[in-house]
């Protein structure tokens, strides 16, 4: 019998834009054709932590919060300025959110302990695609700043 097997994941450190660690990336689901495009992974905020701002150009997004409380923060554009919106995941509370490609999107932990969200993005998520994701700073935005 050879049917079960296991295999390594990727961990990937974050960090904030000023260089500080602020939790991690788990690589949990790879495509079955390439093994290349990561089609779920968990992101990991520590306690009281902020992961942000960036936005897909290709990519969809789909969370889930498995652990912890985190405020998603969303800023669409509405002709040309940046609109803010807010959205609590609570793993008390499940629910899932569709963030669709070209918001931009931030992460908070405001949990007392690490937050865990999954992320099912859509299509799966391709290194090759350099361009693909968009840092922006919260001053960026409010100032309605477009990359």
Known sequence: MNNVFVEPVKKVQTFDHGKKENGWLLEMFKDKDTNQKTEVYMSVAYKGAFKGYHLHRVRAARYVCLRGKMKIIT??????????????????????????????TGLENISAEEGWLVNYPDPPYDPKLKDEQVEYSQEELESGIVK
């Open 75 to 104: 800023y669409e554009r509405e002709g040309d300025r940046w609109v803010r919106t807010e959205h609590i995941l609570d793993a008390q509370e499940p629910s899932r959110l569709f963030i669709p490609k070209n918001v931009a």
